[in-house]
């Protein structure tokens, strides 16, 4: 099993910045990939990036430039820095946890909300 739990959410004004946080314990040793997701109200969860242990990065296209994911794989912690933020940024954002065997274990959300 792997805890997961994320910080750093808030109301943020357009065009600033926001650094999400996610720490992950329990049975670490078996941590993969890792990636942040969002949900906004009436709509499914997308994935907004994601890293893998070797460090390799992928991004949707609408946060492409603008945010940046980066992990500390010896203290089991991810980070995800929002830059120039749009009020279409407002979502909960939940951070992902994919183990070697396939295993997905998910925080509880952060709101973050980006004000016009």
């Known amino acids: 099993q792997v805890q997961v739990v994320e910080s750093g959410g808030g109301l943020v004004q357009a065009g600033g910045s926001l650094r999400l946080a996610c720490v992950a314990s329990g049975s670490t ?3 993969n990939a890792m990636g942040w997701y969002r949900q906004a109200p009436g709509k499914e969860r997308e994935l907004v990036a994601s890293i893998t242990s070797g460090g390799s990065t992928n991004y949707a296209d609408s946060v492409k430039g603008r945010f940046t994911i980066s992990r500390d ?10 830059n120039s933020v749009k009020p279409e940024d407002t979502a909960v954002y939940y951070c992902n946890v994919k183990t070697f065997w396939s295993l997905d274990f998910w ?4 709101q973050v909300t980006v004000s016009s």
């Open 73 to 82: 794989n010896a203290k089991n912690r991810m980070f995800l820095q929002m």
């Open 107 to 110: 925080g509880r959300g952060t």
């Open 29 to 31: 040793f078996s941590i």
